[in-house]
């Protein structure tokens, strides 16, 4: 059995393939090793009972997770895998490398993921290259989750939320000033839980307020996550993550702003992951 997973901040999407190539898919919260210990990792896996059951015996295990940017940030990963599948041969790589073979068409693209967090990357099909640095959600993330909910909390705490805004956001989250800087300054996992204010800031959609910040942050990321590639006016870009998808419309405004070919927009790739690994496998 091959148990392949691909992880954001907020969650993770594995798929059991098992012998006669039958799929299952299963969700844990994401996990992320600049957050996560190894021992949270296994410990949060093996209370998943179901999950846990099902793909104990798997013999490779391909996880592909936000934060896995270098070996030492890998290593934590592997170690709580390790722990709960110590029969398997696990693989622990960058959740930029799922997103590149996962819109891989056989001809060089920039590939960009766009959901809690963003970043992006060029792949020819065998290298993969990064022109900036991801430098995660409080300095960077343009576009992503967590760059528009930390905008509307800000806008929140500043009272510079439109009054219809501002009215619902505390008829839903009440003063929230306290819960704010509890949530940010204190607690584990300040992305996820900014990332957590796209469902208000959809339900708001049509406002201009919320149409005209979704539209900067697409700006800011094409302009600072795509133009940086040479090749960017030559080659396709595609995009993965909720955000791009359910923003799509701003991102065609953005990509067009910017002369940027337009790709495919996937919200869960997990599934084009999966058909590679099924393609390829004898040689990963």
């Known amino acids: 059995m091959i148990l392949i ?3 954001g901040s907020t969650k993770t999407d594995w798929v059991l393939v098992n012998d006669e190539n039958q799929i299952t898919m299963y969700k844990t919260m994401g996990f992320n090793p600049f957050f996560h210990s190894s021992e949270f990792i296994a410990n949060e896996i093996q209370n998943n009972k179901d999950f846990y ?3 104990k015996n798997v013999e490779r295990l391909y996880f592909y997770g936000a934060g896995c940017s270098s070996e030492e ?7 709580g895998l390790c722990k709960i599948y110590p029969n398997s041969e696990v693989t622990v790589d960058h959740d930029l490398l799922a997103c590149a073979l996962s819109t891989y068409k056989g001809e060089p693209a ?4 766009l959901g809690t967090g963003s970043n ?3 792949f020819d099909g065998q290298n993969l290259r990064e022109e900036v640095p991801a430098i995660a959600y ?3 993330d343009e576009g992503s989750g967590s760059f ?3 905008k509307l909390l800000k806008d929140y705490l500043y009272n510079q939320l439109p009054d219809s805004i501002h009215k619902d956001f505390e008829s839903q989250f009440g003063d929230a000033k306290a819960d704010i800087f509890e949530n940010v300054y204190m607690k584990p996992h300040a992305n996820v839980y900014l990332a957590s204010f796209m469902k208000f800031i959809n339900r708001h959609y049509h406002h201009e307020y ?3 910040m979704i539209q900067h942050g697409m700006n800011e990321f094409i302009k600072i996550h795509v133009c940086c590639y040479p090749e960017y006016k030559s080659v396709k870009t595609h995009f993965i993550g909720s955000i791009s998808k359910i923003f799509e419309r701003e991102l065609k405004v953005a990509a067009d702003n910017h002369g940027v070919i337009l790709g495919d927009i996937i919200q869960k790739p997990v599934d084009n992951l999966v058909n590679y690994h099924l393609k390829h496998v004898q040689t990963i």
């Open 5 to 7: 997973a691909e992880s």
């Open 53 to 55: 059951e099902a793909s």
């Open 73 to 79: 940030m890998n290593n934590i990963v592997k170690s």
């Open 110 to 113: 920039i590939s960009c993921i």
């Open 120 to 122: 992006s990357c060029y």
């Open 138 to 140: 409080v300095l960077g």
């Open 148 to 150: 528009y909910g930390k």
């Open 210 to 212: 919320i149409t005209e």
